[in-house]
């Protein structure tokens, strides 16, 4: 899942929805087939086709499918620099171990 246009694919397949890309900016109370009963079901969608949670919270204050898009999309971007950040420091505590153990006290 890379875009707006991947949700949108997403939520007309599992939820039963006639959403189109231009319904990615339209109030989400402008959009004829949409319910509150989909933004929920779609945050369980979201999360088992991402792999990890949501910040339920964001995606419930969304207003457009684009912001809902940009609160998942964040927790990936945001679950990956914790990953890349969490690698790092265990890398260079590894380094740091390497360079104390070569160097005589």
């Known amino acids: 899942m890379q875009s707006v246009v991947d949700l949108i694919q997403l939520a ?10 231009h319904d990615a900016e339209r109030e989400l109370a ?3 087939c949409w319910d509150s009963v989909h ?35 964040g927790a990936v971007s945001n679950a990956s620099a914790s990953r ?9 505590a590894a380094s740091d171990t390497a360079v104390s153990a ?3 006290a």
């Open 102 to 104: 070569a160097v005589p």
């Open 12 to 21: 007309n397949l599992r939820l039963g929805t006639e959403l189109t890309a």
């Open 84 to 92: 890349a950040a969490s690698d790092t420091a265990v890398s260079g």
């Open 30 to 32: 402008e959009v004829p």
């Open 39 to 73: 933004l929920l079901r779609l945050v369980g969608l979201l999360e088992a086709e991402l792999g990890r949670p949501v910040p339920v919270a964001e995606v419930l204050e969304a207003r457009t499918l684009d912001e809902i898009w940009t609160a998942a999309s």
